[in-house]
């Protein structure tokens, strides 16, 4: 099964931990909001000021830039349709999510924390903590080497709150954080990355699936506490994508295009129990701090109306080699489709920039996927007194 990927760069594989996050976005909303709506006045309005974001490739944007780490996206052509027409280190041919999450709640694009040019007023806007090639596990992506997992993009934040302490004092920064808004997007890369890695990987003769869903969904409500503990009190919470169905999955496994129904399970059992998880720890809360994104049944949905939303292609990415574009790198030297705004997937693993946007349009606006509410929804409410 996963035979193949020895054989491969292991630069390759950073691709697949990076795609994980895709899935996260756009469910159906709809009765759950009842609770909060009450909270909601107009008054409250511009509440959420800052923006923080933690996880993997799929909202880094360009921590890895800093690192000595094969999961990056600092060279060309990544970058080709942002507006500075460079590579930024972000995984996408533009913007990606935290960008268009910004756009709509007006918070300008967010600096890598390792970024020195982050420094000063432009620590209030917030920051960017996310690695590629994390999980929810300190073993996932080993051999990504450098990068920042999850309890130290955790430290980060800490150090953050301290230096912001300095600009505006303890009591305005606890509010500057009880306000935001946080995005959280891992999980995918410990499938890709971690348990499915290789055949009989160490995790994989240990837990056999659902013991192995129950440990991460279990860790990952201990780094949500942790987020909750530091002021967190608007945090998105993103599902693993349709793992099954990445360019870089099909490449390795697919007869005729088929996904793989092995980590699509895989990624079903998951995004159950994490949707589970975080409702119930909004029950233990009394307080609607978790939103789950149903990112896999956005993509899912999008995948079937691929047409009408003006996508050519869907199971092939628009840069890479090989079959569906799907295998090695992203690089100067790959496939690079002409019409970047006609594929889903820019890479192996990561949507393209104009599938980043409808997603983020569908978790702001969207009726549906969003639990228990929609971003707008949830940008209105007065998140101090929680
Ligand atoms: C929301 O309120 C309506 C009317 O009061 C009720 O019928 C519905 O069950 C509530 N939904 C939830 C999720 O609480
Ligand atoms: C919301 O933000 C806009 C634009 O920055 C500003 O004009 C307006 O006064 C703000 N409203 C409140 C209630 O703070
Ligand atoms: C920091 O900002 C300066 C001026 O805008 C820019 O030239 C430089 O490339 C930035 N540094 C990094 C690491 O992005
Ligand atoms: C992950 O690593 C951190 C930092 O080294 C450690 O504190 C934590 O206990 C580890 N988590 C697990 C589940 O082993
Ligand atoms: C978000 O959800 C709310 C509540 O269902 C709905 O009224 C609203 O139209 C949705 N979209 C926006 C942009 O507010």
Known sequence: MYRMHNKLNPTLMYLVTLACILVSHLLDFGLAA???????????KNASK??????????????????????????????????????????????????????????????????PNLSGKKLLNGANFASA???ILNDTGMHFVDII???YQLAYFEKYKERVHSLIGKQETEKLVNKALVLITIGGNDFVNNYYFVPNSLRSLQYKLPDYVTLLTKEYQNILMKLYKLGARKVLVTATGPLGCAPAILALRSQNGECIEELQKAADLYNQKLSAMTAFMNKKLGSDVFV????????????KNSKTLGFEVTNKACCGQGPYNGLGLCTGLS??????????????????????????????????????????TLMAIDSTKI
Do not use: Q
């Not at 009842?34 to 409250?44: D, H, L, M, Y």
């Not at 890479?347 to 980043?356: I, Q």
């Open 34 to 44: 009842n609770s909060s709506s009450p909270r909601v006045s107009p008054r409250t």
């Open 50 to 115: 800052a923006f923080f974001v933690f996880g993997d490739s799929l909202v880094d944007n360009g921590n890895n830039n800093f690192l000595i780490t094969s999961a990056r996206a600092d060279s060309p052509p990544y970058g080709i349709d942002y507006p500075t027409h460079r590579p930024t280190g972000r995984f996408s041919n533009g913007k990606n999510i935290p960008d268009f999450i910004g756009e709509h709640i007006g918070v300008g694009p967010l600096l890598p924390y390792l970024d």
């Open 133 to 135: 090639g994390v999980g």
């Open 149 to 151: 997992r999850m309890p």
């Open 292 to 303: 789950y994104v149903e990112s896999h049944n956005i993509i899912k949905d999008m995948t």
């Open 335 to 376: 496939n690079l489709c002409p019409d970047r705004n006609k594929y889903m997937f820019w890479d192996a693993y990561h949507p393209s920039e104009r599938m980043n946007r409808l997603i983020v349009e569908e978790m702001y606006s969207g009726f549906k996927y969003m639990k228990p509410m929609n971003l707008s």
